[in-house]
């Protein structure tokens, strides 16, 4: 479990967010949400310390990631799974490389066995067959799955998505959201998903966590959602042209 | 005070880069291949910067000394002296300034803005020990040894000019250039291009891996880390000559 406690994050002296508090359980699926700028991006970078607040605490099985030695502040990373927002592939590598970098550095597995490993990794993505290819010949979609596929290829507990879906075309987003479905059944990893994409919200969230107004404005189950009269929460879910109430 | 705040973090840097010095296993692959990048690359624009040096070096100094009574291998001492002690490391430094420092600053920059660094950190790498110290060390390797190829081309250079130029003859190059050797001066000159080594390369690790804001920041990144590789150079080579001669 993730505890969140108390966090306050500025920059300067422009505040991002205070006191924000929530837990994230074992197994979940957590979305963040926001508007643009509100700081989500910001608040899930401090889950794995990469990123300090100015207060507050995140509690990984009992400690706070935020007083770790950097020794083992580098096991608890390991914990975790990040897919970045601009998927962040190392851009001299090739896609099967890229995959098995967290494997030739951080396994004791043999050349085969890395083989084995990533083909299985891109055939879960459905990128069998573009070990080869670099990561300036894939396109946004594809970019995304492959960097899905080298975040889970050391089966974190933790999966971190920021903003999967944004940019990519109504099917594509699809296909990443079932993704994201059977990486939290199948791996049976905690997920973590920052988006604005209140289709995808609804589709793969247990729960939500809303910022606005500087602060963890709301959180709550998606059927606590579909039932909430607060003006400013449905304001911000129905700007999309999704109406959940239909 | 931001300069301040500037230094206190070049400071951190360099001091990270230090602790993770026995992490081997993380940077030994990219130290080799920033040994070719850095050294064996570098190379040919190192040995043509030296052969014009040496080459201009010797025409000038002709054309300066032409009076009758002083000896023509005056020339040959003139020239090697002004490189082994100065030209070669310095020229050599401010050309490899914009080509390696450069380089360098935009690959962390790169890096750094579409978050390969945050992403390598997530997977529980030291970044600083994976990228900053490679680049370090290998400064710290080649620019003495770019530092030699330099001397030693543009030594060459001031030979020829002077002989196709009628300056002077190889012979009495040579004679002039051994009378006046002193190995302390080569002993200098490998040590202003290890300092040199250590300035460009960190400066330009330290404007990467810091950079944001875009495409737009990483060329200010790789500005900044050119002209300032630059000016500290020419700063440290006016401290080594204060402190050591």
């Known amino acids: ?246 | 005070m931001e300069a301040l705040e500037q230094f206190g973090k070049y400071s951190l840097l360099l001091y990270r880069s230090l602790r993770s010095l026995y992490e081997v296993d993380t940077y030994r692959k990219n130290l080799i291949n920033e040994l070719l990048k850095i050294g064996y690359e570098s190379v040919p624009i190192v040995l043509l910067t030296g052969v014009f040096t040496g080459a201009v070096m010797t025409i000038q100094t002709a054309y300066q000394l032409d009076i009758a009574f002083i000896p023509v291998s005056i020339i040959g001492a003139i020239t090697s002296e002004s490189l082994l002690m100065e030209l070669a490391a310095v020229i050599t430094s401010l050309v490899l300034a914009g080509k390696v420092g450069a380089r360098i600053a935009t690959e962390l920059g790169t890096m750094r803005v579409s978050e390969q660094i945050d992403a390598l950190e997530s997977m529980g790498f030291n970044s600083v020990s994976f990228l900053v110290l490679p680049r370090v060390l290998a400064g710290l390797i080649m620019f003495p040894m770019l530092y030699i190829f330099a001397s030693v081309s543009g030594i060459l250079g001031g030979l020829v000019a002077g002989y196709f130029s009628g300056a002077v003859s190889p012979a009495e190059f040579m004679s002039g250039a051994r009378e006046f050797f002193f190995p302390w001066d080569v002993t200098f000159g490998i040590l202003k291009a290890f300092v040199f080594g250590f300035v460009i390369t960190s400066v330009s690790c330290f404007k990467g891996y810091y950079a944001s804001g875009g495409a737009e920041g990483v060329g200010n990144s790789t500005t900044q880390a050119t002209v300032l590789s630059c000016i500290y150079v020419l700063l440290a080579d006016f401290v080594l000559a204060a402190v050591f001669l």
């Open chain 1, 1 to 246: 479990m993730i505890e969140i406690r108390n966090l306050t994050k500025s920059f300067g002296s422009n505040l991002v967010w205070k006191d924000v508090s929530f837990n994230i359980e074992d197994g979940e699926t957590v979305a963040i949400i926001g508007r643009s700028g509100c700081g989500k991006s910001v608040l899930v970078k401090h889950f794995n310390a990469l990123m300090y607040p100015d207060s507050g605490e995140v509690i990984i099985d009992g400690n706070n990631v935020f007083e770790l030695e950097y020794v083992d502040l580098r096991k608890m990373r390991q914990r975790f799974g990040v897919l970045f927002q601009g998927s962040a592939l190392f851009d001299s590598l090739n896609t099967f490389e890229n995959i098995a970098f967290p494997l030739r550095y951080f396994s004791d597995f043999d050349e085969n066995e890395i083989k084995k490993k990533v083909e299985d990794a891109l055939d879960m993505v459905n990128l069998t067959g573009t070990g080869d290819q670099s990561p300036a010949e894939l396109s946004g979609g594809m970019r995304r799955r492959v960097a899905l596929a080298r975040a889970t290829i050391l089966q974190p507990d933790f999966l971190i998505y920021d903003e999967p879906t944004s940019g990519l075309d109504p099917q594509t987003s699809e296909e990443i959201n079932q993704l994201i479905i059977s990486m939290a059944d199948n791996l049976n990893i905690t997920s973590i998903v920052v988006t604005h994409d209140i289709h995808s919200v609804l589709k793969i969230a247990d729960r939500i966590a809303y910022l606005e107004e500087q602060s963890l404005y709301w959180h709550g189950t998606v059927e606590e959602l579909r039932k909430s009269e607060d003006r400013i929460l449905m304001d911000f879910i129905t700007a999309s042209e999704y109406q959940i109430r239909s």
